[in-house]
């Protein structure tokens, strides 16, 4: 029997539970899908959570719409404010929107061009800032200080990593209710950390084994686990524009620290191999972060030899012209 | 108050009832999913049922795995034959494959490798037949005749129609269960006719107008209901590979011309608009033939202007070269 009452900085399984509790009919429960030529490839049941089908096409709607949710509404009638590559940033977008609040947005000078577009279109105000996590956060810091305004961070607080690990929440939810059996191990990309310590939380008092999976040369989460304490890295070049922060959060640090099992490490041919053969046999489109955690499973060879494994796809915002370059690249 | 008990050659809504309670477990329930942007393209709410996701790739596993359900399992000691442009050939592989049958398939010659490969995947035996329907129904019976092998023919068979009913059905209940009121209308693709077929019995006793969409110069139904009998054509250059027969089947239009409010036909251009939208929006893959009915919808302008408008995307078996080529000229 596995307890289900621990908790790291007071944040357990309760809060993702409540977290799915208040997200029912704002988020979308997005669909638990098999793709039996993915489980050839894998040699494992593969339940794939396609967070791609999310509102703003990622999960980052769950954490945003659960912390915007959660301020007071005094709060929301100044400005919420963030910093991110894309995807948490039309979240944001969204979830002010959703709530009638202005959005102020930091983004990399090198964000991807639909992600732009994506919080332009969601009526958000964008200030771009340099190309790493650190320039656009100390550019969110300083319109905070200017505006009075709210900053709602992209991973490193406890709503957002409740809100995102309502994603894995449901994930066990299906793979239970359709097999009768828990999964054995869920893989989730990890960028600052806030889908994984979400899938953290949401598997205490199951025997599912949570593995975190980084683009090799942005692998922050893994260096850290190594070194026992947090290390900021400098991100490599990747194709998973969405998993290359310097580092990962303090609380998600220490949530993954108590619960991840094992870190793997993926390459871009890796990761263009997942994100065609997604969507030639599972006809899913995902961007390249969100094919990261497939990536990991189809090479295969997880602890243990776990029958049936979750795989967080935890994005679908790419670029057109990158999914045809990908496809002729890969050449399925 | 509408009847539910009305029929058409003694079929009605609860043979779809019926099939949907047998395939349950056998059969993916697809998703029903909605994507704000297509949404502001066709100024109404569509429901997009998914069933690109289905197992095989299309709807037609529902019809096969409900067809070779029903057979007497001493049927199913000879042959199981048919004879397929590409879908219906996979989900009868798929469906002998389940009942431990031997399978044998007419095809075109023409047919998207994809589709080949996938019917080869499933341990069935490929007879290659010209390039008409007409052509691989008589290259199919000639296999029943020296095998004495039973013909599970790919729409104009109640079995088949109800069985793909179920999708429509599935899509009626989502609707109803998300908003608490009915699909004012649905668009369904047609190439022989089953799904549509199907999506009028599922849409009996309820208030849901049923539309019919086939390629520019495949209008086969659109003829026929035109002429106020069943119309044969010569199917024109498409797409649509799916949606290419020389006519509807008998049953099938038996039941269109009771229940079909009307007819659209849509162009290359328009079906790789919507496709490629779906692709980038909704990050799905559909085939062509899948994207048809969304390229009605996109048009806009259905009779009543409808609020809430279900979408059958009914496969994803696409080429990945095509795939390319598509993105590339609709540089989206």
Chains 1, 2 share one sequence.
Not at 109 to 131: C, M, N, S, Y
């Amino acid at each position: 029997m596995i307890a289900t009452d621990e908790t790291v900085c007071d944040l357990g399984v309760a809060h993702v539970r409540a977290a799915a509790a208040r997200l029912r009919g704002e988020i979308v429960r997005t669909p638990t899908l098999r793709v039996p030529t993915l489980d050839a490839m894998a040699g494992c049941e593969l339940w794939l959570k396609a967070e791609s089908l999310q509102l703003t096409g990622a999960f980052k709607a769950r954490g945003a719409m659960h912390a915007v949710g959660r301020l007071d509404p005094a709060a929301r009638t100044r400005p919420i404010i963030t910093f991110s590559s894309g995807n948490h940033a039309q979240a944001v977008a969204f979830a002010a929107k959703r709530y009638g609040a202005r959005a102020i947005i930091a983004m990399p000078t090198d964000a991807p061009a639909v992600k732009v577009a994506g919080v332009r279109a969601l009526g958000a105000e964008i200030v771009f800032a340099g190309t790493t996590s650190s320039e656009r956060k100390a550019a969110a810091l300083e319109i905070a200080a200017s505006t009075g305004g709210v900053i709602v961070p992209p991973f490193d607080d406890p709503h957002i990593i409740a809100g995102a690990g309502t994603a894995t929440w449901e994930l066990l939810e299906d793979v239970v209710a359709n097999t009768g059996a828990p999964l054995d191990a869920v893989l989730i990309p990890v960028g600052g950390g806030g889908l994984l310590a979400g899938a953290c939380l949401a598997c205490i008092g199951t025997s599912t084994m949570v593995y975190s999976v980084e683009p090799i040369g942005c692998d922050a989460l893994a260096q850290s686990l190594e070194a026992g304490k947090r290390v900021d890295v400098e991100p490599g070049p990747s194709l998973a524009d969405g998993l290359r922060p310097v580092g990962v959060g303090e609380l998600n640090f220490a949530i993954a620290q108590r619960w991840v099992r094992g870190s793997y490490r993926v390459n871009d041919d890796e990761i263009t191999r997942a994100l065609v053969a997604l969507l030639v046999h599972g006809k899913l489109l995902v961007e390249p972060s969100g094919a990261a955690a497939l990536a990991a499973a189809l090479r295969g060879g997880l602890p243990g030899a776990p029958r049936r494994v979750g795989v967080l796809l935890s994005g679908g915002n790419v670029e057109p012209s990158l999914v045809t370059r990908l496809l002729q690249k890969a050449n399925p």
